[in-house]
């Protein structure tokens, strides 16, 4: 009798994938992805094993047409448990048994049944024959890794989870060439410019630029120092440079050198905000000439690879190359890569194995969340400690997340051997320094407003959207009063800062209020800046805002901090306390708060106050209490959320091109691309604010049979015009007070 792997549509069986030829490949290609942090025998042991419950007559007899369910994941998993105790045998059981469902907790039942639980369930039957066609070897060592006392069971779990990721990349990939070969199709993937070919196209981009002035010496200086370093064997670095040093290219140009001398594979960008992302991708592109469409892999929700830019081939491909990050340069969002380190599912984990061997950039890296601080920065070492990775926290406010031997300096479970790539922050930051900081005092909101009337151009950031609204109104009435508010959506915001800039530009009255969305590298340039109270790293990125182009003197460009004495504009308690920590530095450190070290100073004190909280689900402790038989897979990624969305989505309206793609949902069977489309177009809105729009009967759900409520769409005042009473050009979206519509609101 044949065993096959998968079956076509052939009758006579004879285009079926004989199951040993599928084993034996995906074992060749677990083993080579396996062998970059060198555990190949492993991960060749993963492939043979993973499909070995089709050696049962029952999962043939489905491959034939019955109609019934069989499980030919678990014995895989049983075998490897049993030929390899002690410790491998157990990885590799998660990983099989989870190779189609997801990783599954040990013990503890989920959304998936335990590993605990499936390995003592009964399970079909195999064929003597597997014995002969699977040789598997007599034992498999131990990982030869660098093993990190207090937190042994998290770095098994981290490489159970990439040996997972180097089974399912395996099997997807074999899988798909199989059926590509049956229908005579050919597949794209990977591949793309050599680093070498790169680093010469950036090298030619930045032969380009003048050192013509004094800033643009330094950059010149910066960027040679940093790619000097590049020598350095793989590890943790800073790269601390202040705004407008030029730090995008000088890393990129660093990344590149890095991985060259040291064989590395990849660079991978981890930014923040989606809008950076796009940013720097296009950064990229255009720094590497001819070959940046080709070299750089945007990877973020707001991607669309249906716009019209990319021909069917390249969209194709651009989609395969982004479920395992198979590309040169990896452009992604923090909440991609961190949520991917602590995933189950099989299609968030596949790209993992290829951030071994990578250079990871941690852009504006003071911006992970202090909730899930201390297992963030656990994964970042473990990378760099086992998994030949060099990770870069790149930002001008250096977060203080460095473990040494001196206690009261010490990060605990933090970066150890960090070295710095810049020469000399604390003189770069004098050579840039651009603005005067000082601390005005509690204002009333008489005093704000007179605050803004007294400069002609002028930024204002304020906490919440609520104070943004009742200061913009406030002063509607005046020259160039504009209004920045995630209650609009992104379309709408752009087109607001087209109008800034170009206020700006002919020094026209500008005088803007906004949250701070604004502060997330959005490219205005302010002689005057005021900023409610908050954390001292977002004071300095509201910084980077004014005097962003170095045309006036420090003591002519101003930011002025100040208080709210409304208590209806006090921020969330854990802004209060960042904005408390933030006074408390500013009382030894008033004349240079935005030094470097200042800016250690806040965050060694910030996270001294937050030391319980940094973990805050205990994630850590409930890795290493659940030890090997029990770690926890499933609860880990339900629980590190790098962003707790309670919030709901309106679409709006807001032009032709939204109308044209909610438009194109009553006709779609799948809304991949209509709801990346669709992604500019919409405004967070919190529950309480969505259930009273719901109330009011001023939004309705499009097409709820097929999409449900993922497309919830405010509706028109009158048929083709925005509801103005709710969705203001000045003020974006109202939910507070969505009571009136006219009868002609009633149809979308």
Request: glycine share 6%; with cysteine; aromatic share 8%.
């Amino acid at each position: 009798m044949s065993f096959y792997a998968h079956s076509t549509t052939a009758g006579d069986e004879h285009d079926w994938q004989i199951l040993v030829d599928h084993l034996e490949t995906v074992a060749r290609l677990a083993s080579e992805r396996a062998g970059r942090f060198g555990m190949a025998e492993t991960g060749r042991v993963a492939g043979l094993l993973h499909d070995l419950g089709k050696y049962s007559a029952d999962f043939q007899q489905r491959l034939q047409g019955a109609q019934k369910r069989v499980d030919h994941s678990t014995a895989g998993a049983i075998v490897a448990r049993e030929r390899f105790p002690g410790g491998v045998g157990d990885l590799l059981a998660y990983a099989i048994a989870g190779h189609h469902a997801g990783l599954a907790n040990g013990r503890d039942n989920g959304e998936r049944t335990s590993l605990t639980q499936r390995l003592q369930a009964e399970v079909p039957a195999l064929a003597d024959v597997w014995k002969q066609e699977v040789e598997l070897p007599d034992d498999l060592a131990s990982p030869s890794f660098s093993l990190c006392r207090d937190r042994a069971f998290f770095q098994y779990a981290f490489l159970t989870r990439m040996l997972f990721s180097c089974l399912v990349d395996a099997d997807y990939l074999e899988t798909e060439a199989f059926y590509a070969r049956v229908a005579g199709e050919p597949v794209s993937r990977g591949g793309g410019p050599e680093l070498a070919t790169l680093r010469d196209a950036l090298n030619a981009h930045l032969e380009t630029f003048r050192a013509d002035s004094d800033v643009n010496r330094l950059r010149r200086e910066i960027l040679e120092h940093v790619r000097q370093q590049a020598i350095l064997t793989p590890g943790r670095f800073t790269l601390t440079v202040p705004t407008g040093g030029g730090k995008t290219l000088s890393s990129l140009a660093f990344a590149l050198d890095h991985a060259l001398t040291h064989g590395m594979d990849r660079v991978i960008y981890v930014i923040p905000f989606t809008s950076i992302v796009e940013q720097n991708a296009a950064v990229f592109r255009r720094a590497l000439g001819l070959y940046g469409e080709a070299a750089v892999l945007e990877h973020h929700s707001a991607f669309d690879i249906n716009d019209g830019h990319f021909d069917r081939d390249s969209r194709d491909k651009l989609k395969r190359d982004s479920e395992n990050w198979d590309a040169p340069i990896v452009v992604t969002t923090a909440v991609q890569f961190f949520e991917s380190l602590f995933a189950a599912k099989t299609s968030r984990c596949r790209k993992l194995h290829n951030i071994a061997r990578s250079v990871v950039i941690l852009d504006e890296a003071q911006t992970m969340p202090l909730s899930l601080l201390r297992p963030s920065v656990a994964a970042l070492d473990e990378l760099a400690r086992n998994y030949h990775a060099s990770i870069v926290l790149c930002t001008a406010t250096q977060p203080a997340l460095a473990e040494t031997d001196e206690p009261e300096r010490s990060f605990t479970g933090g970066l150890r051997d960090l070295r710095e790539l810049a020469l000399e922050p604390e003189r770069l930051y004098r050579q840039l320094e651009r603005v005067t900081v000082r601390h005005i005092g509690t204002l009333d909101d008489k005093a704000l407003r007179e605050e803004l009337l007294e400069v002609e151009q002028v930024l204002c950031i304020v906490n919440n959207r609520r104070h943004a609204r009742a200061l913009f109104e406030s002063i509607a009435d005046k020259p160039g009063a504009f209004h920045l508010t995630t209650a609009m959506c992104a379309v709408h915001r752009r087109q607001v800062l087209v109008r800034i800039r170009q206020a700006l530009k002919d020094g026209q009255p500008c005088r803007v209020v906004s949250t701070s969305l604004i502060e997330a590298g959005v490219d205005v340039d302010f002689p005057r800046l005021l900023r409610a109270e908050a954390g001292l790293d977002s004071i300095a990125q509201a910084a980077g805002r004014c005097n962003r182009e170095g045309r006036r003197t420090a003591v002519d460009s101003e930011v002025r901090i100040f208080a709210t004495l409304n208590e209806d504009w006090a921020p969330p308690p854990e802004l209060k306390q960042f904005a408390q920590t933030t006074r408390e530095v500013l009382h030894h450190h008033g004349d240079d708060p935005l030094s470097p070290t200042a800016i250690e100073a806040y965050f060694r004190l910030l996270y001294w106050q937050q030391d319980q909280r940094l973990d805050r689900y205990e994630l850590l402790s409930l890795i290493e209490k659940g030890r090997l038989d029990g770690l926890p897979f499933e609860t880990l990624e339900q629980k590190y959320r790098l962003i707790e969305n309670t919030q709901r989505s309106v679409i709006i309206p807001f032009d032709q091109d939204a109308r044209d793609a909610i438009n194109r949902l009553s006709w779609v069977e799948t809304a991949g691309a209509v709801a990346r489309e669709l992604q500019s177009y919409t405004v967070q809105v919190p529950q309480q604010g969505f259930r009273a729009l719901e109330q009011a009967g001023v939004i309705v759900a499009v097409e709820p049979d097929k999409f449900g409520e993922q497309f919830v769409v405010l509706l028109d005042e009158r048929p083709g015009e925005l509801n103005d009473n709710l969705y203001s050009l000045q003020a974006g979206l109202n939910w507070h007070e969505p009571d009136f519509r006219s009868a002609e609101s009633n149809l979308w």
